[in-house]
Nanobody, 118 residues
Framework: QVQVVESGGGLVQSGGSLRLSCAAS????????MGWYRRAPGKLREVVAI???????TYADSVKGRFTISRDHAKNTVYLQMDSLTPDDTAVYYC????????????WGQGTQVTVAA
């Protein structure tokens, strides 16, 4: 059973930084995409950043220039470096991994809370 486990959330002051980690139980090359999503209170889940198997990245407009997604093949881990955080970034952040082979299952982590104080 494939698992992805997030870590690194917490409380930070506005303008601060956090780094989230998503550790997969198998090679990250098993996934066509890995990414980060978030759900803020009272809002729908939204995509934050995605990296595909080739290394290409995409970001939500709201985080461009502030967040960076990266990966470490040896550790089977994807990171989300979050800088210049604002209270609007407060949310539960979820890691997602989509299998490269059919049926292309999606795997989700349990979520990690990020709270940015004004």
């Amino acid at each position: 059973q494939v698992q992805v486990v997030e870590s690194g959330g917490g409380l930070v002051q506005s303008g601060g930084s956090l780094r989230l980690s998503c550790a997969a139980s198998t090679s990250i090359f098993s996934f066509v995409t890995m990414g980060w999503y978030r759900r803020a209170p009272g809002k729908l889940r939204e995509v934050v950043a995605i990296v595909n198997v080739g290394g290409a990245t995409t970001y939500a407009d709201s985080v461009k220039g502030r967040f960076t997604i990266s990966r470490d093949h040896a550790k089977n881990t994807v990171y989300l470096q979050m800088d210049s955080l604002t209270p609007d970034d407060t949310a539960v952040y979820y890691c997602n991994a989509r299998e490269i082979m059919p049926p292309a299952r999606d795997y989700w982590g349990q979520g990690t809370q990020v709270t940015v104080a004004a």
